[in-house]
């Protein structure tokens, strides 16, 4: 197998799409958000491209059975009264520095292929604490950008995410605009312990209103609701694990 095998799996005809990419990071924010909107329309996708490559983990995956070999996978997706899509999913990202930049290059192509112009990476940023309120955090390729983003509720911090932003989201910004895309990440924040739905739907609120879909977000709902029953069962255990560890006092009496 090559670095890189990409197979054309359908053609189909896009209007201006936008590419938005959802590979798994932190609190898998991105992934989930473009999971759901394959879900909800599901009806208008079309499965294009899938894009193999050395650079994923070598493994397949099983359902029911049968074994299917790791890959990214990118969708057309019509949608009524709005800009097309370009869904980009996958499992995996790559294993090393080289392998991300192979892969984001070789989506970008894909992205020219069908005409687009315009890129919205998803993702989370860790605050390594539990919260309530999930702001969206967002950086772009190029500063006109800003207005448009912020009159939506996206919010721009000094040196937020510290450390910047890595892997194909990070890449989508810096060769996307290398190569003319106006690019954008939209990171959701999240503690980053577990799978996180509710920043995912606060990402996908706002990317309603750039590109003008609507979404309904009531299996997204049920999934936030389970994580949080799981959420709450950790803090139940480490309260647990808090009472049970032995007083200064309680020490004297052992041995």
Do not use: W
């Amino acid at each position: 197998m090559d670095e890189l095998e990409i197979d054309a799996v359908a053609e189909v005809d896009v209007d201006d799409p936008v590419l938005v990419e959802g590979l798994p990071g932190v609190g898998h924010v991105g992934s989930l958000a473009v999971e759901h909107v394959l879900e909800e329309l599901e009806a208008e996708s079309t499965l294009v491209r899938r894009v193999y490559s050395t650079e994923f983990p070598p493994q397949v995956s099983i359902e029911d059975g049968v074994s299917s070999l790791t890959c990214a996978e990118l969708y057309a997706v019509t949608v009524p009264d709005g800009r097309d899509l370009l869904l980009l999913t996958g499992d995996h990202q790559a294993q090393t520095n080289e392998g991300h930049y192979v892969l984001t290059d070789a989506f970008l192509d894909i992205a020219e292929e069908f005409g687009a112009t315009e890129v919205y990476a998803l993702g989370g940023v860790p605050t390594g604490e539990l919260i309530d309120e999930y702001d969206v955090i967002g950086a772009v390729s190029d500063d006109s950008l800003l207005e448009g983003l912020e009159d939506v509720g996206v919010e721009f911090r000094d040196d937020e995410p510290a450390g910047g932003i890595v892997g194909v989201s990070g890449l989508m910004l810096g060769l996307g605009e290398r190569r003319g895309f106006e690019a954008a990440c939209l990171m959701g924040e999240t503690s980053g312990y577990l799978v996180d739905p509710k920043s995912a739907r606060a990402v996908l609120e706002v990317l309603e209103e750039i590109l003008r879909f609507e979404l309904d977000y009531e299996s997204l709902d049920e999934r936030a609701d389970e994580m949080e029953e799981v959420m709450g069962k950790i803090q139940e255990m480490e309260q647990q694990q808090q009472m049970d560890v032995p007083t200064d006092d309680d020490l004297r009496y052992i041995g």
